[in-house]
């Protein structure tokens, strides 16, 4: 990309995460993390993955697969809907997706979640765990952040900060962000800040072990 995603920006604020889960079809004999690990080991190269190309999802799948050094098969759809359809369906076997758009179908059975791919477990799956309680380290939320242009001062900086963070924090928007799986942090600029560089080295490097290319 055409510009450095640290120098030219201000940092504001992390305004919130939301919550992705490694979901598998019924179909496959695991219920956490330590068994799918075991059986995609016993299975090398014969569980498929489904995810949309390119994206977190795809990117977390990778990961897991680095991590847990397992030989999976990662198939790229053109779109997280027909990925989602599909493992419904059978015709792959698990995907990390967010916990917003597979819930539904964790609820009536026709889906299993395993794992939470953020760092603490999930209020509403409280007895899943997080897949970093087997994995140390892993953790792929997604997020979403307020920047501003490069050379804010401080003053008026905190003074954004602040305004955003009180909006945020009133109950009638948590609440309405909670509908969408989103949960707020409205961290400060400086927690941004040290998250920021740990972000990008983390996904850099899942993207360097996927094998994908600019193009």
Not at 39 to 58: D, F, V
Not at 119 to 130: C, D, H
Not at 190 to 210: F, T
Request: include cysteine; charged fraction near 20%.
């Amino acid at each position: 990309v055409p510009f450095d995603p640290i120098k030219d920006f201000t940092m504001i604020s992390q305004l919130g995460l939301t919550t992705n889960v490694l979901v598998v079809h019924p179909s496959l004999p695991v219920n956490n993390v330590r068994e799918f690990i075991k059986l995609a080991k016993s299975k090398p190269g014969q569980l498929t993955a489904g995810t949309s190309a390119g994206n977190s999802a795809y990117l977390s799948v990778e990961m897991l697969k680095t991590m847990a050094k397992i030989d999976a098969v990662n198939i790229p759809y053109k779109g997280a809907g027909q990925a989602l359809t599909d493992l419904i369906a059978g015709h792959v076997q698990f995907q990390v997706n967010t916990l917003l758009a597979a819930r539904p179908y964790i609820d009536s059975g026709r889906l299993r979640a395993i794992g939470v791919c953020s760092a603490k477990r999930a209020a509403s799956l409280p007895n899943v765990q997080t897949v970093g309680e087997t994995l140390k380290g892993f953790e792929t939320s997604g997020w979403y952040a307020l920047l501003g242009p490069a050379g804010i001062p401080r003053e008026i900086t905190l003074r954004i900060h602040d305004g955003f963070a009180k909006a945020l924090r009133t109950p009638e928007i948590t609440s309405r962000l909670a509908l969408q799986g989103v949960e707020v942090t409205a961290s400060t600029p400086d927690e941004l800040a040290k998250v920021m560089p740990l972000e990008i080295k983390k996904w850099g490097e899942a993207v360097k072990s996927s094998g994908a290319t600019p193009g």
